[in-house]
């Protein structure tokens, strides 16, 4: 079996965990914790092009001290082509842009705050990060 196929599915339900998760509440028996929908626009990029990451949810959760971790990566790959850091916070205003690679792979693409760890990763979804997946085209 190919040991891309499982961080695959990890990542497809990190997105989906993600995007379900409601700026307005945290996980039942889980008061505290929040992850907060991210958006990338445009959602279909050009290599060299720029894409905003960006969220309107508040998520009461402060940056690492070295700040957040925006990467983005061909869906399949594992670990992000790139990365920048920000010191933005989750008050319903983050907004982070990223320049892909002038030879970033064609395909459906991923951006994420990689550094995301507030759970002990338990079933209620508290493992998940904020993420969201776009298309690259030439």
């Given at each position: 079996?190919?040991?891309?196929?499982?961080?695959?599915?990890?990542?497809?339900?990190?997105?989906l965990a993600g995007t379900a998760a409601c700026s307005s509440g945290?996980?039942?028996?889980?008061?505290?914790?929040?992850?907060?929908?991210?958006?990338?626009?445009?959602?279909?990029?050009?290599?060299?092009?720029?894409?905003?990451?960006?969220?309107?949810?508040?998520?009461?959760?402060?940056?690492?001290?070295?700040?957040?971790?925006?990467?983005?990566?061909?869906?399949?790959?594992?670990?992000?082509?790139?990365?920048?850091?920000?010191?933005?916070?989750?008050?319903?205003?983050?907004?982070?842009?990223?320049?892909?690679?002038?030879?970033?792979?064609?395909?459906?693409?991923?951006?994420?705050?990689k550094n995301w760890n507030i759970g002990d990763c338990n079933d209620?979804?508290?493992?998940?990060?904020?993420?969201?997946?776009?298309?690259?085209?030439?």
């Open positions: 079996m190919h040991r891309k196929a499982p961080l695959t599915a990890a990542l497809f339900l990190a997105v945290a996980p039942p028996g889980e008061e505290g914790l929040c992850v907060p929908r991210i958006e990338v626009s445009p959602v279909k990029a050009t290599p060299g092009g720029t894409v905003t990451i960006s969220s309107k949810d508040t998520c009461e959760t402060a940056p690492p001290a070295d700040g957040w971790e925006v990467g983005a990566g061909h869906v399949g790959d594992g670990d992000s082509a790139f990365s920048v850091t920000t010191m933005e916070t989750f008050d319903g205003t983050f907004e982070v842009e990223q320049t892909l690679p002038a030879d970033f792979p064609s395909g459906e693409t991923y951006a994420a705050v209620t979804g508290s493992c998940a990060s904020p993420s969201d997946t776009f298309q690259v085209a030439d």
